[in-house]
């Protein structure tokens, strides 16, 4: 370690000079390989001290998305900026970010204390203050008295701790997260998503995380843009996401779900429709606004809405044979047919008595339903949620 002091010019860093507007901005952002676009002009804004996800299947642009914020990869067109400031022709080593990967990349020979101050050292900064920071951020991380420990003593969660304090050791003004739990068990990942957010919202900056699991992003994102194509299809919170998708792709992706395809018979006086729907006639829906009369659409319906009989009023019910049931601890996953042949799925009660070949009858509530363009007249993308 070193005596000699902390500056901008020793710590290859552009010096910041206030922060204004988002904490960052991407701007017609593209990229494309042989020319085939990876990214399709991406514009989104994201807040200061947001949590903000990508996700979507593998292939969609979200890791190249945020390694052109790194720095890693440089975009076709477009600009990205970090609180005002044009940081899309700057090296990754001189831009306000860092990033966690899915392999933390610890040094095995090294302590876990040199392992986290590692950057603080490269920059120069005084041995006491190295001290004071890397025992602040292995406090913060949970990992105090851990210090002089090797990675290889450590668990895999430990370990990702370990390199989530190595990266905001550095103080970045947007802290990026690429499928950071990806290499974990079920539980483990479950409890460090709880560990995460709250580290956010203590460091207080930015995090940018990136994943595959829809589950995973809703936990711990403020919002959430999901990604298909190379394209935002639907950028809001994981609640409107998940309740008013506005494409067929982001109602199947982000969750299971019932569908019947129908027709738009006319617009409601409350702003919703009146709806005809294969099997089940005509009902009133909420759905994707400007939808036009004789519109076809599809009615979206959650399985955790569909319950056995009773029903109170205003339920929408149907009569159906249970061909399958699946006890899945908390609840119970049970697939019906309606006479049409259909396949509805609803998630319950694991105490009901339900079995294969029983007949019933389900319903769920008309306004819990929601219906949105079938095919081509299916928006391509929403517009930015502030």
């Not at 676009?37 to 996800?53: H, L, T």
């Not at 606004?289 to 009023?313: F, M, S």
């Not at 047919?337 to 029983?358: A, C, K, S, Y």
Request: proline share 7%; charged share 20%.
């Amino acid at each position: 370690m070193t005596d000699e002091p902390d500056t901008a010019a020793a710590a290859g860093a552009t010096p910041v000079e206030g922060r204004s507007g988002p904490a960052v901005a991407l701007k017609d952002l593209r990229k494309t390989y042989g020319g085939v676009a990876a990214v399709e002009r991406m514009d989104v804004e994201i807040a200061d001290r947001e949590f903000f996800s990508m996700i979507g299947p593998s292939g969609c642009g979200k890791t190249t998305t945020l390694r052109m914020i790194a720095g890693l990869v440089q975009p076709t067109e477009g600009t990205i900026e970090v609180h005002g400031r044009d940081i899309t022709r700057l090296p990754p080593h001189k831009r306000p970010v860092n990033t966690v990967f899915q392999q933390y990349a610890l040094f095995p020979h090294m302590t876990i204390f040199d392992n986290v101050a590692f950057g603080l050292v490269e920059r120069r900064v005084r041995r006491a203050e190295i001290a004071t920071r890397v025992g602040e951020m292995l406090e913060l991380v949970d990992l105090k008295g851990r210090d002089r420990a090797k990675p290889a003593q450590l668990s895999g969660g430990q370990q990702q701790r370990v390199a989530l304090a190595r990266a905001l050791v550095l103080n970045p003004e947007v802290l990026l997260l690429d499928e950071p739990l990806g290499a974990l068990d079920l539980k483990l990942r479950k409890q460090l998503q709880l560990q995460l957010k709250r580290i956010q919202a203590d460091v207080g900056i930015t995090f940018i995380y990136v994943t595959h699991d829809q589950e995973e992003a809703f936990s711990m994102s403020d919002r959430v843009a999901i990604m298909n194509g190379g394209r935002t299809e639907q950028l809001g919170t994981p609640r409107d996401v998940y309740q008013r998708p506005i494409t067929e792709f982001v109602a199947d992706f982000v969750g299971a779900s019932n569908r019947r395809s129908g027709t738009v018979v006319a617009s409601a006086p409350d702003g919703g429709y009146e709806v005809e729907l294969q099997g089940l006639g005509r009902m009133h829906s909420w759905g994707v606004p400007g939808l036009a009369d004789g519109q076809r659409i599809c009615a979206i319906i959650r399985p955790e809405d569909v319950r056995p009989a009773p029903h109170p009023d205003g339920w929408a019910t149907v009569s159906a044979t249970v061909v399958d049931v699946a006890y899945l601890g908390p609840h119970v996953s049970c697939v019906v047919r309606t006479p049409d042949g259909e396949l509805l799925t609803m998630i319950g009660d694991p105490h009901q008595e339900l079995g294969v070949g029983d007949a019933c009858t389900i319903g769920w509530p008309q306004a819990s339903m929601w219906v949105l363009p079938l095919g081509p007249e299916a928006p391509a993308q929403t517009p930015t949620v502030a």
